[in-house]
């Protein structure tokens, strides 16, 4: 692409959650400002994914794309964070808690894995994971865990502001409260957007949906299937404890991935999230306002309730907020990134993860700008790749991975 062409075409980003906002700083890193960024929410509410979830950065995965997006993730949310002073990113490490001796030879081998994709990582034994992470690892169950010191906690809210903020200051616009109601077209080509109540025209030569959950509601008004699935998730937090300090995270994130669980420290409060039960699939429509659903004991409370007996400091904490928010899912669990097929001037960066949304931007940002330098062969993300595969097929495969969910990711 020439020069002139970069910085002329308008490149319009639909959705200000992380995956958006990603976007728009790679874009104006790359000396791109024609960039203009719509939400539907206003600039300090997150009503998207981003806004309920609780940040776990895991850079192994048993995919390695996955793993390259994520390297270049923790690379772009480290610079982002001012260490000790102004952090979105604590990179307090990961451990995962083997509770059975399958996973303690499985930890082993994701240290040579880990090698090969240059993810440094390593074994400890019960009473060194239990001296990391005391109010989390479990003394009696631990039989060793995988400690994968690069890893850490993002601060997804924090962390999606920042990488606005940078993007604003190097000339994109963000326009909140501008909801996006159809795409425009001319023939096979989407020429821009109608947004607002007034359901203005803006033109664009490229229209990107990062609309996470809502990315099927526009993509199918243009005729278009992508192939992800929304599935409800439930997180609980304790109350704040005395004595913890309000932004210093001094302990790894931990998960137990025997028992589907996973648990960290947010500044005065500790989190838990678990995938011990059945998945619960949603269709997000244009009247769907929020991430957030109703948090139904019957659908978690006993997962939950399992999950909290595993923690330590859950036995005995005050339990604060519960909620119930809903992310996507692929069949092969890797996002849908590039051009929408056989629609020109439409591009998608969907169904991304904070863990992989840093290297998500810069991917389609290259690939928008042409310019050769891609993370990932766009195949293995490209939107189309499951045109051969039935909705029953995509919605049953995209499922089936909820409970081994940390076998990718
Ligand atoms: C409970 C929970 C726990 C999670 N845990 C983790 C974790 O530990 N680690 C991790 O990496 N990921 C986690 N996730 C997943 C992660 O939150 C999401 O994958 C990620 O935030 C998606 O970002 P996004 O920008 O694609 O979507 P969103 O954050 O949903 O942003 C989409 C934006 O698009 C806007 N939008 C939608 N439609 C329109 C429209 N028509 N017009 C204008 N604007 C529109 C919305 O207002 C929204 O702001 C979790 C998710 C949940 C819910």
């Not at 937090?237 to 790894?252: K, N, Q, R, S, V």
């Not at 519960?322 to 969907?350: I, K, Q, S």
Request: net charge negative.
């Amino acid at each position: 692409m020439s020069g002139e062409r970069r910085s002329s075409d308008r490149i319009l980003i639909v959705g200000a959650g992380v995956v958006g906002a990603s976007i728009a700083y790679h874009l104006t890193r790359l000396g791109h400002d024609n960039v203009v960024v719509l939400d539907a929410r206003d600039r300090t509410q997150f009503p998207g994914s981003t806004g309920l979830a609780p940040g776990f950065i895991g850079r192994l995965s048993a995919s390695p794309e996955l793993t390259a997006l994520a390297r270049d993730s923790v690379a772009t949310y480290r610079a982002l964070s001012r260490d000790g002073t102004d952090e979105v990113f604590w990179q307090v490490g990961c451990l995962e808690v083997a509770t059975t001796e399958a996973r303690l030879e499985q930890a082993h081998r994701d240290v040579e894995h880990g090698r090969r994709l240059g993810v440094e990582a390593r074994v400890l034994g019960p009473a060194e994971a239990v001296a990391l992470a005391p109010a989390l690892v479990d003394a009696d169950r631990v039989r060793g865990a995988l400690f994968v010191p690069g890893d850490g906690a993002a601060d997804p809210v924090l962390l999606t502001q920042r990488l606005g903020a940078a993007a604003e200051r190097a000339g994109a616009r963000f326009l909140f409260g501008t909801p996006v109601t159809a795409l425009e077209r001319e023939g096979d080509r989407v020429t821009g957007v109608r947004a607002g109540g007034e359901a203005e025209l803006l033109r664009a030569d490229r229209v990107v949906l990062a609309t996470g959950i809502w990315g099927p509601v526009l993509a199918g008004r243009a005729g278009i299937r992508l192939p992800m699935v929304a599935v409800q998730h439930p997180y609980l937090y304790t109350g704040e404890l005395p004595g913890l300090d309000d932004t210093f995270i001094d302990a790894p994130i931990v998960r137990y991935p025997d028992h589907c669980v996973y648990t960290r420290r947010h500044g005065r409060r500790f989190g838990l999230g678990s995938y011990a039960h059945s998945p619960l699939p949603l269709r997000p429509s244009v009247d769907l306002v929020s991430a957030e659903r109703p948090f139904r004991e019957a659908d978690f409370g006993a997962a939950l309730s399992d999950a909290a007996s595993l923690v330590p400091v859950f036995r005995t904490a005050p339990r604060g907020r519960r909620l119930n928010g809903v992310f996507a899912l692929t069949p092969d669990e890797l996002p849908l990134v590039g051009p929408a097929p056989g629609v020109d001037g439409l591009w998608f960066a969907e169904a991304s993860w904070v863990t992989h949304a840093g290297g998500v931007g810069r991917q389609l940002a290259n690939m928008l700008l042409e310019t050769g330098e891609l993370l990932v062969d766009p195949a293995w993300l490209a939107p189309g790749r499951f045109a051969s595969r039935s909705d029953r097929w995509i919605h049953e495969t995209a499922l089936a991975h909820y409970q081994g969910i940390y076998e990718t990711h």
